[in-house]
């Protein structure tokens, strides 16, 4: 591995047996910080997402789905049926050298294939185990298989999300299955540290609902503290105003008046009065959103929002437009970021695909970020490979 490719986790092996979206999304983030990700897929169909389209893309005999593409750069894909002695006799093998293992099998699958955590751990006591499910493993509803919407539903974002209180609405992404992976890879790596305290591995649970409640933030204290059950509200903050979306003249901008100088920095640069009745305060202006809403977009409909955004910069008042995802990787801000990699991957050649969301500075300032990348494996594309590597006796 070249320096450009090392990152902090360089010299960790990562056995993923995950599925869908959670677990591979936490290898993939694993990967993306230099750990060496070995993906074990079912042989013939391999992970569910390669049949998750459209859209496909590629020649009409080698289809890959962009799905796909999302979560698993920086891995190699092995085939085995976990179901054979054989095969299982490889990925033991490869269990012995690895730090770290992820799965997100429903509760008890692993167990009835004889490769429970007790086996695993026989094999390796240094091993991290990284089990994603989807309510959790134990409870009353323990076990149950976990979707991403419906766990959005169940774990309370879709009442949270929408135009109102009637109207609950998903988010435009996975997020409950995104969150799940990044929870997962952090409570790895923090696992990780502590095996190098202990030299013990350890089992890390997390799934989608508790990912989920995770990120519920202030709108749980507004409910365990204050007793107040958050509602969707459209886009408008439910406890700071005015904060969210506003029509202007030819379309719509963001604004964020987080405190009361920028409410006084808003009002100079609009002719605003700041202490008119109902206006004044924060809670005011919470408790009178709607005509708050109304004043505003009264005055933002004489501007259009190239203008409006301009004004808004010179008064120091947060503020930006709606970009599609088209604009979003056009945006130069978003490539200076490393956000747009490219990677050259088997079947489809050059493409381009989401960065890693990291970058790591030296103490000098220097960049030391990872800046090369692998594009997602073609299925079973390094099991050769692999096996010859675990036949040679190496460890890393």
């Known amino acids: 591995m070249s320096d450009t490719a090392r990152g902090p986790l360089s010299g960790t092996l990562v056995v993923d047996l995950s599925r869908a979206l ?4 936490a290898t993939m983030m694993l990967g993306d910080l230099g750990a060496r990700v070995v993906k074990v897929e079912a042989p013939g169909a391999g992970d569910d997402t390669r049949g998750w389209g459209p859209p496909f893309v ?11 593409l999302s979560a698993n750069r920086n891995k190699e894909s092995i085939a085995l049926n976990l179901k054979a002695p054989d095969d299982r006799a490889v990925l033991i ?14 509760t008890g699958v692993l167990d009835r294939l004889g490769l429970g955590f ?11 185990i990284l089990s994603i499910t989807g309510f959790g493993h134990d409870g009353p509803e323990g076990g149950r298989a976990g979707y991403d919407q419906i ?19 998903k988010v435009g992404t996975p997020i409950a299955d995104l969150l ?4 997962g890879a952090y409570g790895a790596i923090a696992a990780l540290f502590e095996r190098g305290r202990t030299g013990a591995g350890t089992v890390v649970r997390t799934s989608l609902l508790a990912a989920t409640v995770g990120v519920h933030g202030f709108q749980s204290t507004r409910w365990t503290v204050a007793g107040e059950v958050g509602r969707g509200q459209g886009n408008h903050h439910a406890s700071i105003a005015p904060y969210g979306l506003f029509r202007c003249a030819d379309g719509s901008v963001q604004i964020a008046v987080g405190s009361e100088g920028l409410w006084q920095r808003f009002c100079a640069a609009f002719d605003i009065d700041p202490e008119m009745s109902g206006f004044a305060t924060n809670p005011e202006r919470v408790a009178h959103r709607e005509k708050l809403v109304g004043l505003i977009e009264d005055v933002f409909g004489r501007w259009p929002a190239a203008d409006l955004l301009v ?8 503020a930006g437009k709606v970009r599609t995802l088209d604009e979003v990787y056009a945006w130069e801000q978003t490539r200076s970021q490393g956000l747009l990699i490219e990677v050259d991957h088997d079947t489809l050649g050059r493409v381009q695909l989401a960065g890693p969301p990291l970058r790591f500075f030296d103490r000098d300032g220097r960049e030391v970020t990872r800046t090369e990348h ?7 594309g390094a099991g050769a490979s692999v096996r010859a590597w675990l036949a040679g006796g190496e460890r890393r």
């Open 22 to 25: 959670a677990g591979p999304h």
């Open 151 to 169: 766990a959005q539903g169940e774990a309370g974002l879709m009442s949270l999300t929408g135009p109102g209180p009637d109207d609950p609405q």
């Open 374 to 380: 692998t594009a997602p494996p073609t299925l079973d």
């Open 118 to 128: 007790d086996v695993l751990h026989e094999a390796n006591p240094r091993l991290v």
């Open 180 to 183: 799940a992976g990044m929870y």
């Open 58 to 68: 590629g020649d009409a005999d080698r289809l890959e789905s962009t799905y796909f």
């Open 93 to 106: 093998e490869l269990v012995q050298r690895a730090d770290v293992l992820v799965e997100n099998f429903r």
């Open 311 to 318: 004004r808004l910069a010179e008064a120091g008042v947060p």
